[in-house]
């Protein structure tokens, strides 16, 4: 044997066979995407593949030099109604779902002159980027796809005998996967490719019906059927628990300055708790026009307050529950500043998330390097129309999200006594406050500040006299001989039913009640409030948080 066929032997022996690999001839490609796909083409040019393409992917693979055939040319009909239809032909179709080993597709084939197509390499127009430009109605229904999702579904579908490429990211192992079996693919390889692509026409098609829903009147409703969508961001350490898988799915339709869109700036990685708890304190300081802070605990508040800065605010904040405050998630509704950021890290915190950075409180934060941090870019708009999803057992609860916001002129005063400015001002104040509390929720405020929060507990009496106990713990760390509820004003997230709830409240040293209100006992409340003197309005709009 000759050196060189001896060298053509050792090189086949090397290659490794799999009787179920499907030798790539034909692909078809039209990506919208145009990411790593001139590489892409290069390589399947280089191992002998015709490739069929159409429009600007077409051109933008010919003036690289790679040859390549026309959609129109391959079905002998032209592209036609501004590019709606140009795949969608059975020349192309039936390339792609004819089983090969089936005597009457293959016959069918030969009968109509389709030849194979092994490989379809689609991703879609860009619709959710189109939505979130803010592009108008008619842009929008243009980048939904037609001829795509049918290319992707129809070679997902027979990927017994087909490949279906829907995400640059794959590219790498696809060409591995022909390098490693001369030119063909795996039956393995393509199992997992028609699961992606299902994925996506699935999250595709979610996307637009989300829109359209968000296109109807309000008295639309809710929708006979739904579905929600998501793209995987991030696969977290675990859940609440080590034994609990977790991971992060961004929204699709969505960029909602928050947890899920943030930038880490530092820090460790973020856990399940560190982002539940993040978007928490988020939204909350979201609710406040000048500075504030939130201090977030296991989803609760645990102080929030605001300032002439955010480090008056912080330090106001942090004097409601110290000690609770201890490993918290700090969260700003204005850039943290240098001051700031010095004063948060004299104490332990977990995430620090803000709209921005100052350029000098980076070199503070780099001190306390696993301390995360992150920057959104922006506060969430509280008007925007959101739909909240909760689990349960066989099912899905669909609200919208708690976008209720009670004004001055929104409330009524029951008492014989009205409320003082300074009181109005920390009541409205205490109830935004008690919306962000888990129910039964308390909130005692005092000067635009939180000095006792009673959260989360079955009865309300208890959520009372626990935030009461609180402010009196808090005033001790401070070394004050009053606890700080003296002189505060108290926000009730539902109605009061019966008196003792109040009774404790006016206890605990409050001058004035907010409350929504609507109990057949708020006469009985009512009479409580005026014995003692007290200021209560009612709003009208309950907030329970559960």
Partial sequence: MSAPEASQAASQDNVIRDPHAVKIKRALISASDKEGLE????????HGVEILSTGGTAKMLKDAGIAVKDVSDHTGFPEIMDGRVKTLHPTVHGGILARRSD????????????????????????????????KGYKECIENIDIGGPAMIRAAAKNHEFVTVITD????????????????SITYKLR??????????????????????????????GFPRRTSFSGTLKQVLRYGENPHQRAALYTV???????????????????????????????ELVAEFDGPAVAIIKHANPCGVAMGENTLEAYKRAFA??????????????RTLTKDTAAAILDKFCEVIIAPDIAG??????????NVRVLTTGGLPDLAQRRRMVTRVAGGLLVQDSDNGQTLEGDLKVVTDRAPTKNELADMLFAFRVAKHVKSNAIVYAKGGATVGIGAGQMSRVDSARIA???????????????????????????????????????EAGVTAVIQPGGSIRDDEVIEAANARGLAMVMTGMRHFRH
């Fill in 39 to 46: 590489d892409f083409a290069r390589k399947l040019a280089a």
């Fill in 168 to 183: 640059p990211q794959d590219y790498k192992k696809v060409m591995d996967c022909m390098d490693k079996y001369e030119g």
């Fill in 320 to 333: 409601c529950d110290p000690v609770s405050a201890f490993g918290g998630i700090i969260a700003l509704n």
């Fill in 360 to 369: 000098d409180a980076i070199d503070v934060l780099k001190t306390k390097k």
């Fill in 468 to 506: 009461a106990w609180k402010s009196g713990e808090a005033a001790k760390a401070l070394g004050l001989d009053e606890p700080l509820a003296k002189g505060s004003v108290v926000a009730s997230d539902a109605f009061f039913p019966f008196a003792d709830g109040l009774i404790s409240a006016a």
């Fill in 252 to 282: 699709d339709d969505s960029t909602r300055p928050g947890a899920a869109h943030a930038t880490q700036v530092q820090g460790k990685e973020l856990s399940y708790n560190n982002l539940n708890d993040t978007d928490a304190a988020f």
């Fill in 103 to 134: 005597e009457a597709h293959v016959k069918a084939m030969e009968e109509n002159d389709i030849v194979d197509i092994d490989m379809v390499v689609v991703n879609l127009y860009p619709f959710v980027e189109t939505v979130k430009s803010g």
């Fill in 191 to 220: 199992k997992q490719l028609a699961a992606t692509a299902y994925a996506l026409t699935a999250t595709y098609d979610s996307n637009i019906a989300t829109w359209f829903v968000s296109q109807q009147d309000e008295e639309f």
